[in-house]
């Protein structure tokens, strides 16, 4: 048999990479939006009752079927949250709550098989929430202070069942359980085989499926592909597994990417950036990701809505703007320093800022800015149109630049004050 040639074993590499893209492409993801809790959660400033009522209607409208309201199971449950508010009064307004969650946690059973719902239990039902993200910690680490194996082994089947017996779900059905495993890498990667034990378990109970937290952001993009496919073994479709991963390293999106590639069914997560940390793989990135490889199943929310939906979001929790160099929804994120580096639509892996509500903008570089950038930006600063500028001055604008930086002159030409300053000096040369 003839060895394969380089370009055989190169051309296997790409159209390998382009298995997956077709992969992504098909995959029609279980979203789960928490732009209601994720996002405030690690915000300057939250969100009121009322911030909350205006916000579950802009969430609808863009497109989530399922959407989290709040998180029941916090420290001093006695001391209720805004979340309480939000979920009694969207009860006593008799709103239509089909599709919406909240988080809770497991109740315990003794060894006597005597059975203590967790308050949060408790509240999902008097709220009327119809479904819950469950939380269980499996890490030794996690567990610690509140139950050992045994006890959760107990625990879970009749946390399970009581929800079931206790929750009505969408439209009167069985509530959708999904057991958010909180320290899910680690206890996959510290503990596999009792983890796998759990699964196990968890796969035999009448649930809609798991959900794995990075919950410090700290695994390696191919390692959190690796614990979704290892869960995957122990719990076969249709059990759901979804993922939910923070900001920690740098490569959260990476990572959401590789668990979906290696079985995951969706993620959870707001649709800001801003999480609990300083960030998350945030659905609105993940749609944006989704819909820059072609994926049509993206087309089922208003992509026309995405970033200026979610920018207006965090700017509600924290008070003050969005990082200008945030990826995808940042405001420097679509503003032109140089022409060549414009995304086209049709081009692949680009994805102009025109398809998810955004717009090009123009920011000067005296290093690289070109022509067409300064036109821009001239454009924006004094609303002419672009063309209104001759060439040879924005040329000459250039050379000034240039030799400006060769003298010591260090000049932030973006500021409309020192742009027009230069656009007199080139027009005057």
């Known amino acids: 048999m003839p060895t394969p040639s380089a370009a055989e074993k190169a051309n296997a590499h790409l159209a390998a990479a382009q298995r997956k893209i077709e992969r992504l492409r098909d995959i029609k993801p279980y979203f789960i939006d928490l732009s209601l809790r994720e996002n405030p959660v690690g915000a300057r400033v939250g969100q009121t009752l009322q911030d909350k009522l205006s916000i579950l209607p802009k969430i609808r409208d863009f497109g989530f079927d399922n959407v989290l309201l709040g998180t029941l199971d916090y420290a001093i449950p006695d001391e209720p949250e805004v979340d309480d508010d939000f979920m009694a009064y969207l009860r006593d307004h008799q709103a239509d709550l089909n599709g919406c969650f909240a988080f809770t946690a497991m109740g315990i059973a003794q060894a006597d098989g005597s059975f203590t719902p967790d308050p949060s239990q408790l509240k999902l039902r008097d709220y009327g929430v119809p479904n819950t993200l469950h939380e269980i ?176 979001l965090q700017v509600l929790d924290e008070e003050e703007p969005v990082p200008d160099d945030l990826p995808i929804l940042g405001y420097n994120a679509y503003r032109l320093p140089l022409s060549v580096f414009r995304q086209r639509a049709g081009r692949p892996m680009d994805l102009p800022p025109e398809a998810i509500g955004g717009e090009y903008r123009y920011r000067i570089s005296p290093v690289v800015s070109d022509a067409p950038v300064i036109a821009g930006r001239l454009a924006e600063v004094t609303g002419r149109p672009a063309g209104d500028f001759p060439d040879e001055v924005l040329r000459q604008m250039i050379r000034l630049m240039r030799r400006d930086l060769r003298a010591g002159k260090r000049i932030v030409y973006d500021e409309p004050e020192n742009l027009m300053d230069l656009y007199e000096r080139a027009c005057a040369a």
Request: a negative charge.
């Open 137 to 312: 910690n499996l890490s030794k680490a996690g567990m610690a202070g509140q139950y050992d194996y045994e006890t959760l082994r107990r625990s879970l089947p009749a946390s399970i069942a009581w929800l079931n017996d206790n929750i009505r779900g969408d439209h009167g059905g069985r509530p959708r359980i999904i057991i958010n495993i909180v320290d899910g890498c680690d206890a996959l990667s510290e503990n596999p085989d009792e983890a796998y034990s759990i699964l196990s378990l968890l796969a035999e109970q009448p649930i809609a499926g798991i959900s794995i937290e990075d919950d410090r952001g700290t695994y390696l993009p191919f390692q959190v592909g690796a614990i979704v496919a290892a869960a995957r073994c122990f719990l076969p479709p249709p059990l759901k597994i979804l993922v939910h991963v923070h900001t920690g390293g740098g490569f959260e999106n990476a990572s959401v990417i590789e668990a979906l590639l290696n079985g995951a069914d969706g993620a959870w997560g707001g649709l800001p950036k801003r999480s609990a940390i300083i960030g998350h793989a945030s659905l609105g990135e993940l749609i944006a990701n989704l819909v820059r490889i072609g994926n049509p199943n993206m087309q089922t929310y208003r992509l026309n809505q995405l970033l200026p939906l979610a920018a207006g």
